[in-house]
């Protein structure tokens, strides 16, 4: 449970911060998930909307905004010193968007992303939260999760144990029209210091320059990439 801060006005953005971070929302969604009156939900959404800590797309509905990545990325967190050194040259190599993603319970939370400076691309926005029920970063979140997280989640999800199995086996995942119809990815498992997968990295974009077995093209930088991302962790 969150713990009030006594300022008011505060802790209602934050519970409007949260409550978009948890599942991007529409206004009367907001208004449903933290028991606001409509008029201050609203105001609360557009002013952090101003300062970039929400951002909102042509249907209403507010997401995480670019500013929360930006100072997320000024924390002392290890794994983000990484991906700043290591995703930048993992762009350069294969061309296409690049991210890193923390699993927090059954979902995915994207916490570092860089885009191609042409082109199509796949843009997943930092703190963009996802489920775990498809795309190639979700089989590698889950296939070395604890087995009840598995079977809870597996009940969903568009691939199966046999799946999860065989991404245990080779050491990376792909997808193709899994998350967004038309988009692919490669996925590869990063391990802290004591072995414990803590994230995944990932190449996304658009399936007609992927391919729908984008690991026979990219697997090899993806391991490549873990690997670099372990070392400096």
């Not at 700043?84 to 916490?111: F, H, K, M, W």
């Not at 399936?207 to 093209?217: E, K, L, N, S």
Request: charged share 20%.
């Amino acid at each position: 449970m969150r713990q009030p801060s006594g300022i008011g006005v505060l802790d209602k953005a934050m519970a409007v911060l949260h409550a978009v971070a948890e599942h991007p929302s529409g206004l009367n969604e907001l208004v449903a998930r933290t028991g606001l009156p409509r008029a201050t939900a609203h105001r609360l959404a557009v002013g952090l909307e101003a300062h970039r800590l929400l951002a909102r797309d042509n249907n209403g509905v507010w997401r995480p905004g670019p500013a929360l990545g930006e100072l997320a990325i000024s924390a002392n967190d290890s794994l983000l010193d990484a991906a700043a050194a290591v995703l930048p040259r993992l762009r350069e190599i294969t061309g296409e968007s690049v991210q890193l993603y923390r699993r927090d319970g059954n979902a995915r939370i994207c916490v570092a992303a860089l885009e191609p400076p042409v082109g199509l691309r796949d843009t997943v926005p930092i703190g963009a939260r996802l489920p775990l029920t498809a795309g190639s970063a979700a089989k590698i979140l889950l296939a070395w999760a604890d087995s009840d997280l598995q079977h809870a989640v597996i009940a969903d999800a568009v691939f199966g144990e046999r799946a999860l199995a065989e991404v245990r086996k080779r050491g990376w995942a792909q997808s193709a029209a899994e998350r967004a119809a038309g988009v692919a990815s490669v996925s590869a498992p990063v391990r802290s210091a004591a072995g414990h997968v803590v994230a995944a990295v990932s190449v996304s974009g658009p399936i007609d320059r992927m391919g729908r077995r984008p690991g026979a093209r990219w697997a090899a930088d993806l391991v490549a990439a873990a690997e670099a991302l372990h070392k400096r962790l």
